[in-house]
């Protein structure tokens, strides 16, 4: 074993290995990044980590080797996490995801095999770092001179940093620029402990005019049950012309008005609990910068104008009907700050995995439905979320005998995330039967929505804009998902919907076009979707979406202090 050890060490410290592993990990750090010119910024990075390993164990080499395999590690991890969920890996992602058991349960169950071999690159980076540890040589360099050089690498990190040029600060993270973003967000720790972004954004706002905590509830007789279902993972498949699917579940993304009504999200991928966060309070994601993905943690108890707290003071029984456990992201104790009264989750439900058909959380609903109206008179307020076409997409959740064996699309994932979704449609067409069926006393609306498109289908993005970074751009259709509303005995205006919606001004719609229970600030959201033309943080005139939310922020209805 000595001998082996020797041996590895010469090769360690040689310097053509040296040379050839600097510039592979140069080529590496342009794949993971896409971009040339924070390749020397991560040079510097490299060479700091590098510095401050010799540092403390005053062995040259090793540092070397540590260093840039860090780099690449981190860099390999951010990819995984950006394909999957949509946003680069940040440094609070130890802190709000890395302490959540339930988000830690649930990706170990899910992506069993990617954990594995996780793993195992890092059970062989530890054994290649304990070679590297054992066979360097202690340098005899003062600690004086170790310090010196790891101040020099610091500096240089600085210097070397690409200025972002007014680039808001959420966009590293939604690019994919997944070596440098961990990186990145470290500066991100100079705002105070706890500090929310919009705050600063908002501080020398002066808000012109006022919002009060006032209702208007309508005639209590005639307020409508109203049903919202998250539809899990889904876009219209119109969007994608590389995929053919029956005409039938082309015609299930439209709403009665025989339309598909598009829908910007400010996720790609994951981050479910984002889109259903600006869904139920009106505000926008983005607009809390890097910390959007973090919301539902630092906003709980902060926002009380919201989607269910509006219907609750009507006189509603509001219900969120929810597939993961209510710690997942702390999107349970969130829900039922914003006036959520009941929280019906996995430990609730106890499916018999994670990856049941959309139809068992359709029953639970229609359970709760069927009890209710036998002994309670109350509208019905009931929020649910599906899961069914959440990936991975490399394991066969449909049987061969569900759907046509003609394929969907050639590409194998593709094709199992379009039968996931074909039978997800199928379960929520069996619900608005029954609703239609039981409309109840004051009549029934259903309105579905996709969260954020899957993974599956990223490749077809990059396909049809090439040169260009999709992720990049809220706009894009990378970010382009779906509503659908439908009245079963009751009218419902579509004039709201009329123009495509960001997904803040969504409850907004709903509330003017259904005549629903509304309030001062959802009649400024609808005003305000009117002069922004649907966009919410990328309004043309930005000054007014900045107004409303200071006017939000001085009536007591949204706390960023």
């Known amino acids: 074993m000595k001998y082996v050890i020797e041996q590895a060490g010469r090769v360690l410290r040689h310097p053509l290995p040296i040379s050839l592993a600097f510039l592979t990990l140069l080529q590496a750090l342009h794949y993971f990044d896409t971009r040339w010119r924070f390749v020397p910024f991560l040079v510097a990075v490299t060479l700091a980590i590098a510095a401050l390993l010799f540092l403390l164990s005053r062995r040259p080499t090793f540092s070397l080797w540590a260093a840039g395999l860090t780099v690449l590690l981190i860099a390999a991890m951010s990819e995984v996490k950006f394909r999957l969920k949509g946003f680069s890996l940040h440094v609070f992602d130890f802190a709000f995801t890395g302490l959540d058991r339930s988000a830690l349960s649930f990706l170990v169950g899910s992506y069993f095999n990617l954990l594995i071999a996780g793993l195992a690159a890092l059970a062989a980076a530890f054994v290649f770092l304990v070679v590297a540890f054992r066979s360097d040589r202690r340098s005899v360099r003062s600690f004086v001179v170790r310090a010196c050089l790891f101040v020099i690498a610091a500096v240089g990190v600085v210097a070397l940093y690409p200025q972002k040029n007014g680039e808001p600060d959420y966009v590293h993270y939604i690019s994919g620029y997944d070596a440098s973003s961990f990186f990145v967000s470290i500066g991100d720790l100079e705002f105070p402990l706890g500090r929310i972004v919009l705050a600063g954004r908002l501080e020398n706002v002066e808000a012109e005019g006022k919002l009060s905590d006032d209702i208007s509830c309508g005639v209590a007789a005639s307020q ?10 889904q876009t219209s498949p119109s969007y994608f012309p590389q995929v053919t ?18 829908m910007q999200v400010e996720t790609f991928g994951g981050g479910t609990w984002v889109t259903n966060f600006s869904v139920m309070t009106g505000l926008s994601g983005a607009d809390f910068g890097w910390q959007s993905p973090y919301v539902t943690q630092i906003l709980e108890g902060r926002v009380k104008a919201s989607l269910p707290s509006l219907m609750a003071r009507c006189g509603y029984r509001t219900i969120a009907v929810m597939p993961m456990q209510a710690s997942f992201v702390n999107e349970g104790p969130f829900l039922t700050s914003i006036g959520f009264q009941e929280i019906v ?10 990856f049941v058909r959309d139809r068992f959380y359709f029953d639970v609903v229609e359970r709760i439905v069927r009890e209710h109206r036998e002994k309670d008179r109350r509208p019905l307020f009931i929020a649910m979320q599906t899961l069914f076409p959440h990936g991975p997409y490399d394991m066969t959740l449909v049987p061969q005998d569900a759907l046509p064996d003609k394929a969907f699309a050639p590409d194998a994932q593709v094709d199992e995330y379009l039968r996931r979704v074909a039978l997800s449609k199928q379960d929520l067409q069996d619900f608005r039967r029954e609703r239609e069926r039981m409309p109840g006393p004051n009549g029934t609306i259903v309105l579905d929505f996709g969260d954020h498109q899957a993974v599956a289908t990223k490749d077809y993005l990059a396909a049809g804009t090439p040169g260009n970074n999709v992720f990049s751009d809220l706009g894009s259709i990378a970010y382009k998902t779906y509503y659908t509303v439908h009245g079963y005995g009751r009218d419902i205006d579509m004039r709201p919907f009329a123009i495509p919606l960001d997904v803040g001004f969504l409850a907004a719609s709903l509330i003017e076009a259904a005549g629903l229970p509304t309030s001062p600030t959802f009649e400024a959201l609808a005003r305000l979707r009117d002069a922004c033309e649907g966009r919410y943080h990328a309004c043309p005139d930005r000054a007014l979406v900045d107004q409303h939310l200071r006017q939000r922020q001085d009536a007591g209805l949204l706390n960023l202090d």
Do not use: I, N, T, Y
Request: proline share 11%; charged share 25%.
């Open 224 to 233: 409508p049950d109203l049903f919202l279902v998250l539809s899990e993972s």
């Open 245 to 262: 699917v029956p005409e039938w579940m082309s015609a299930s993304f439209q709403s009665q008005d025989g339309r598909v009504h598009p």
């Open 345 to 354: 989750d996995f430990d609730a439900m106890k499916p018999e995995s994670h």
